[in-house]
T-cell receptor, first 116, second 111 residues
């Protein structure tokens, strides 16, 4: 398996532009998670899905952030409009269960977003 | 709510030194405990886990023992290598809810 695939790896955009981050989870995993990592806040859980259904989006910082999972093999995280404080590394992870008790979570390599 | 507290870094060690990274947790239930590792430019990877009291998780020379009486899951390695330089995250899961991560501890090993 190729693992969790995220694209793009790097994104530089201007303030006010729309940004879309993409994630392909591991086939057969039914839980998907979006995290944001910054030096100041560490690793933050933004939203997670179970069987393609959003379960908890309380970690999404503002209404500018939205996430979708139209099918079991694809998810997007969108920021519109983007702001410089959104600059961070965004990770997608998938798992065969919410808690990942058996095999843990598999993380993608992340998207490094820079908003100028 | 559930939480994980791990020692602040960075930790800098010489090659072949002994490593301990402390981790304590707070949970209402009976959680599973994990250590994840993040190498530069990569996502987190599961390093080891333990699912019940007194269980010892181990992998790549790293070990951690689930201590319910002290609510701890300290990570240890007898002899670190330069290649172990990374950020280490302690985490827990409780009652089939998403993992709760600590803030991470950066380890630098110098030759």
């Amino acid at each position: 398996d190729a693992g969790v695939i995220q694209s793009p790896r790097h994104e530089v955009t201007e303030m006010g532009q729309e940004v879309t981050l993409r994630c392909k989870p591991i086939s057969g995993h039914n839980s998907l998670f979006w995290y944001r990592q910054t030096m100041m806040r560490g690793l933050e859980l933004l939203i997670y899905f179970n069987n393609n259904v959003p379960i908890d989006d309380s970690g999404m910082p503002e209404d500018r952030f939205s996430a979708k999972m139209p099918n079991a093999s694809f998810s997007t995280l969108k920021i519109q409009p983007s702001e410089p404080r959104d600059s961070a590394v965004y990770f997608c992870a998938s798992s065969s269960s919410l808690a990942g008790s058996t095999y843990g979570y598999t993380f993608g390599s992340g998207t490094r977003l820079t908003v100028v | 709510g559930d939480s994980v507290t791990q020692m602040e870094g960075p930790v800098t060690l010489s090659e072949e030194a002994f490593l301990t990274i402390n981790c304590t947790y707070t949970a209402t239930g009976y959680p599973s405990l994990f250590w994840y590792v993040q190498y530069p430019g990569e996502g987190l990877q599961l390093l080891l886990k333990a699912t019940k009291a007194d269980d010892k998780g181990s992998n790549k020379g790293f070990e951690a023992t689930y201590r319910k009486e002290t609510t701890s899951f300290h990570l240890e390695k007898g002899s670190v290598q330069v290649s172990d330089s990374a950020v280490y995250f302690c985490a827990l899961s409780d009652r089939n809810t998403p993992l709760v991560f600590g803030k991470g501890t950066r380890l630098s090993v110098i030759a």
